[in-house]
């Protein structure tokens, strides 16, 4: 019976690693779309003056690259938040080993 045991803890450790992988690559995953969006503003915001003679181009601009700068803090904010939630967990996780 013991090695039934044994055999169940380990099936339960290594299912909790694996989504704990899974949480990490996910975290990684909302990062780079936090990162992308932003720099599609940013562009976006470059690209104004370029393409269209607006009477409103420099406030537009100015909008758009805050916008960028807001999402690209929230995005590093948000990724370090999960990651101590995530390094929290991984240490219940070594202390059941």
Request: glycine residues 4%.
């Amino acid at each position: 019976m013991n090695t039934l045991d044994n055999k169940i803890k380990d099936d339960l450790v290594l299912l909790e690693s694996m989504a704990l992988q899974r949480t990490i690559m996910a975290n990684q995953r909302t990062l780079l779309a936090y990162l992308r969006t932003s720099m599609y503003f940013l562009i976006a915001g470059l690209s104004i003056s370029h393409l269209m003679k607006l009477s409103f181009g420099l406030p537009l601009e100015i909008l758009l690259f805050s916008f960028s700068g807001v999402l690209f803090i929230t995005g590093i904010f948000h990724y370090r938040k999960q990651q101590m939630h995530i390094a929290s967990f991984e240490q219940q996780i070594r202390e059941r080993i």
